[in-house]
């Protein structure tokens, strides 16, 4: 393979991209990171995002503390899944720029990893949209509580959502080294945040807490919000697994840049693994916590008190608890309570909560905004598609993809504009199903094929379980949305087709010629035990044409009742001829629409080299002849 090297962990060679950074001597080296800055951190960063802060209460509040707790174990159980096959593939090989794309097209070839690598790239593009929108809408009530409004709810979005993204594209401008220190002090802010909240949950609460539906650990209320009380057009299991599952998207967030890391095969594994951990036990920990102590509705109006032991009318649990907030219980307009957004009012200092809205929403925004262009720019630099290798130029030391940065930058800003992203959503979720069900299908497939290139250092996986991370991420696409869905796969079907048409010149040896082999040489033998019958006779012809070329009338005439279904050879005594000869003479052939093997036999002179072409004429379609098939199969 032109250009391979091969690690030192004894794994196979992974072509060389051209995207190795200068090994001159007075070059400043390039910034690397270890898996807990470039993979643990980041990851953790992109799954806790807006819905942690602004989604996990109501999910808790519909389906309940055992439902959410089922939803966010499904979701991780499909994560971590997925995560094995990454370090499964990371750990095979040298892994380069390109993250998800790069595992994918060198695991199971340019016709299924060039549709996933566009199609990544987009969605991560408009991940990044979809963040820094979130971010806006924060900012835009927050003005409002204020009194602070630019133009209208609207517009003010579209400003601040613009203006964000522009900030966030110069931080990702300045360098991967002031991006990760952007992304240390999102982290700190995160922690910080988690830390009030869990401090507020303990903190007695007083009239004003209690009047928002806030009452501390108590008993009764766990039991109460144990169970699901479905409300609304999106009161059902599925539609709140479609809400909650967006906030697992992050765990590819390290593996996307991987040309940045300093051992990519210690760190993804390692890092993206106690990334999932982390953010599980967090979830589980604030959806329980969050059910433990807050009623599920309530007014806010602090006269809604009960002032004496008269809960004749009162409706609720909040009655047993000194409170009456029946009537905006019975005309479900209660403002407070479970069913909103209530982190900020159980945490023990309000405005830490909206900065830790703030610190997820930016920094998945920018998480994402590196991420679409590094993957976009590996992808250009296999030339795959035509009219985009222009975004492959890579700039400085980190070889950073300026060009497709711009590119991200102007997809993000279009989207943003919008300020309506709702339908946009489904599909950003279908696209990561789907990468993820290619991730596992890739490690499924190398396991199952036997390639002698598959020998991961990583053991801790199972082609079985990659192969149901597979089944499950097609399920949970059309459960979440059956027409993104089927958009989402007519995409790739149409990109496949493109790359399936052209057929790139590369070989990346793929497990997929890998399966094509198997397959070619176990129907090929087992065609040597089965005897010829009147009905399946198919004409065998040992062609002597010396070099094609030099006789297409005698190819053309034995091709002309061959006909593409039987078995056709040509047979060639070289005495003296370029070692590349073989080669410009197939491609002769294939020109011509002919479907034969060219077979060249070494002798001394013409007629020793006639008499055992035809001496082993037997032996040459009968024990040959399934190899032969079999490479015939790969080219």
Same mark, same amino acid.
């Given at each position: 393979?032109d250009g391979?090297?091969?690690?030192?962990?004894g794994?196979?060679?992974?072509?060389?991209?051209?995207n190795e950074e200068s090994q001159?001597p007075?070059?400043?080296?390039p910034?690397?990171?270890?898996?807990?800055?470039g993979?643990?951190?980041?990851?953790?960063?992109n799954?806790?995002g807006?819905?942690?802060f602004l989604r996990?209460s109501?999910?808790?509040?519909?389906?309940?503390i055992?439902?959410?707790c089922?939803?966010?174990?499904?979701?991780?159980?499909?994560?971590?899944?997925?995560?094995?096959s990454?370090s499964?593939i990371?750990t095979?090989g040298?892994?380069?720029?390109?993250?998800?794309y790069?595992?994918?097209?060198?695991?199971?070839?340019?016709?299924i990893?060039?549709p996933?690598g566009v199609?990544?790239?987009?969605?991560n593009?408009?991940a990044?949209?979809l963040?820094?929108?979130?971010?806006?809408?924060?900012?835009r009530d927050?003005?409002q509580?204020?009194?602070?409004?630019m133009?209208d709810?609207v517009?003010?979005?579209?400003?601040?959502?613009?203006?964000?993204?522009t900030?966030?594209?110069?931080?990702?401008?300045?360098?991967?080294?002031?991006?990760s220190?952007a992304?240390i002090?999102f982290?700190?802010v995160l922690l910080?945040s988690f830390a009030?909240?869990?401090?507020?949950?303990?903190?007695?609460p007083?009239?004003?807490k209690?009047a928002v539906?806030?009452f501390?650990?108590r008993g009764?209320i766990?039991?109460?919000n144990?169970?699901p009380?479905?409300?609304?057009p999106?009161?059902?299991f599925f539609q709140?697994?479609a809400?909650f599952?967006?906030?697992?998207?992050g765990?590819?967030s390290g593996?996307?840049?991987?040309g940045d890391?300093k051992d990519?095969?210690?760190a993804?594994?390692k890092?993206?693994l106690?990334a999932?951990?982390?953010?599980t036990i967090s979830?589980?920990g604030?959806?329980?916590t969050?059910?433990?102590?807050?009623?599920r509705?309530a007014?806010?109006n602090?006269?809604h008190i009960?002032?004496?032991?008269?809960?004749d009318g009162c409706?609720?649990?909040s009655?047993s608890?000194?409170?009456?907030?029946?009537d905006c219980i019975?005309s479900?307009s209660c403002e407070?309570g479970?069913?909103?957004?209530v982190l900020?009012?159980v #945490?023990?200092?309000y +405005?830490?909560i909206?900065a830790?809205v703030?610190?997820?929403s930016?920094s998945?925004a /920018?998480g $994402? *905004?590196?991420s679409?262009?590094?993957?976009?720019?590996?992808?250009?630099?296999?030339?795959i598609y035509?009219y985009?290798?222009f975004?492959?130029k890579?700039?400085g030391?980190?070889?950073?993809?300026?060009r497709?940065?711009?590119?991200c930058?102007l997809?993000?800003i279009?989207?943003?504009?919008?300020?309506?992203?709702?339908?946009?959503?489904?599909?950003?979720?279908?696209f990561?199903?789907?990468?993820?069900c290619?991730i596992?299908?890739?490690?499924f497939?190398?396991?199952?094929?036997?390639?002698?290139?598959w020998?991961p #250092?990583?053991h801790y +996986?199972?082609?079985w379980t990659?192969?149901f991370?597979a089944?499950?991420s097609?399920? /949970?696409? $059309? *459960?979440?949305?059956w027409?993104?869905?089927l958009v989402t796969?007519?995409i790739?079907?149409?990109?496949f087709?493109?790359?399936?048409?052209n057929?790139?010149?590369?070989n990346w040896?793929s497990?997929?010629?890998?399966?094509?082999y198997?397959?070619?040489?176990?129907?090929s033998?087992?065609l040597?035990?089965?005897e010829?019958h009147?009905k399946?006779f198919?004409?065998?012809?040992?062609?002597l044409?010396?070099?094609?070329?030099?006789?297409p009338?005698?190819v053309?005439f034995?091709?002309?009742?061959?006909k593409?279904?039987?078995?056709?050879?040509c047979?060639?005594?070289v005495m003296t001829?370029?070692q590349?000869?073989?080669?410009s003479?197939?491609?002769?052939?294939n020109?011509?629409?002919?479907?034969?093997?060219?077979?060249?036999?070494?002798?001394?002179n013409?007629r020793?080299g006639a008499?055992?072409l035809l001496?082993?004429?037997?032996?040459?379609?009968f024990?040959?002849?399934?190899?032969?098939c079999a490479?015939s199969?790969?080219?």
């Amino acid at each position: 393979m032109d250009g391979a090297s091969t690690s030192d962990s004894g794994s196979l060679p992974v072509p060389d991209m051209g995207n190795e950074e200068s090994q001159d001597p007075q070059e400043k080296a390039p910034v690397r990171f270890g898996w807990i800055v470039g993979v643990m951190v980041r990851c953790m960063l992109n799954i806790w995002g807006v819905i942690l802060f602004l989604r996990l209460s109501w999910i808790t509040s519909q389906a309940g503390i055992v439902l959410t707790c089922v939803i966010i174990l499904m979701s991780v159980v499909v994560t971590n899944v997925t995560a094995l096959s990454i370090s499964a593939i990371a750990t095979n090989g040298r892994v380069v720029s390109g993250g998800a794309y790069f595992m994918i097209s060198r695991t199971l070839g340019p016709e299924i990893g060039g549709p996933i690598g566009v199609v990544f790239s987009f969605a991560n593009a408009l991940a990044c949209a979809l963040n820094t929108v979130g971010f806006a809408e924060v900012v835009r009530d927050l003005m409002q509580e204020f009194g602070a409004v630019m133009v209208d709810p609207v517009n003010d979005v579209r400003i601040v959502g613009v203006i964000t993204v522009t900030v966030l594209l110069l931080i990702s401008l300045a360098g991967m080294e002031w991006e990760s220190k952007a992304q240390i002090l999102f982290f700190l802010v995160l922690l910080v945040s988690f830390a009030n909240y869990f401090v507020g949950t303990v903190i007695p609460p007083g009239i004003e807490k209690q009047a928002v539906g806030v009452f501390g650990y108590r008993g009764d209320i766990f039991v109460e919000n144990l169970t699901p009380d479905w409300r609304g057009p999106q009161g059902s299991f599925f539609q709140m697994f479609a809400i909650f599952f967006p906030a697992a998207i992050g765990i590819l967030s390290g593996a996307n840049i991987s040309g940045d890391l300093k051992d990519p095969a210690t760190a993804i594994p390692k890092g993206t693994l106690m990334a999932i951990f982390w953010t599980t036990i967090s979830y589980l920990g604030i959806a329980v916590t969050v059910g433990a102590c807050v009623v599920r509705d309530a007014s806010g109006n602090k006269s809604h008190i009960l002032t004496g032991n008269n809960t004749d009318g009162c409706v609720g649990l909040s009655c047993s608890l000194g409170w009456n907030f029946t009537d905006c219980i019975q005309s479900q307009s209660c403002e407070y309570g479970l069913a909103n957004s209530v982190l900020g009012q159980v #945490s023990g200092f309000y +405005y830490l909560i909206t900065a830790g809205v703030f610190a997820a929403s930016l920094s998945s925004a /920018l998480g $994402f *905004l590196v991420s679409a262009p590094k993957v976009f720019q590996c992808l250009c630099k296999d030339k795959i598609y035509p009219y985009i290798i222009f975004f492959a130029k890579g700039y400085g030391k980190n070889d950073e993809p300026l060009r497709a940065y711009i590119l991200c930058y102007l997809i993000a800003i279009a989207f943003i504009l919008i300020a309506e992203l709702n339908t946009i959503a489904a599909l950003i979720s279908n696209f990561f199903l789907c990468s993820y069900c290619l991730i596992n299908f890739s490690c499924f497939h190398a396991s199952i094929t036997n390639s002698p290139g598959w020998r991961p #250092s990583f053991h801790y +996986y199972s082609k079985w379980t990659a192969l149901f991370g597979a089944v499950i991420s097609v399920v /949970l696409m $059309f *459960l979440f949305t059956w027409w993104a869905a089927l958009v989402t796969f007519c995409i790739i079907f149409f990109l496949f087709g493109y790359v399936n048409y052209n057929k790139p010149k590369i070989n990346w040896g793929s497990s997929v010629q890998a399966g094509t082999y198997n397959m070619a040489l176990s129907y090929s033998v087992s065609l040597t035990g089965v005897e010829d019958h009147v009905k399946n006779f198919r004409p065998q012809c040992l062609v002597l044409t010396g070099p094609p070329n030099q006789r297409p009338a005698l190819v053309d005439f034995v091709g002309s009742f061959t006909k593409h279904i039987s078995l056709m050879i040509c047979g060639d005594i070289v005495m003296t001829r370029p070692q590349d000869a073989t080669d410009s003479l197939v491609k002769w052939m294939n020109k011509r629409k002919v479907r034969s093997f060219y077979t060249p036999l070494s002798a001394d002179n013409f007629r020793a080299g006639a008499k055992q072409l035809l001496q082993v004429e037997h032996g040459f379609f009968f024990h040959s002849f399934p190899k032969m098939c079999a490479e015939s199969m790969l080219v």
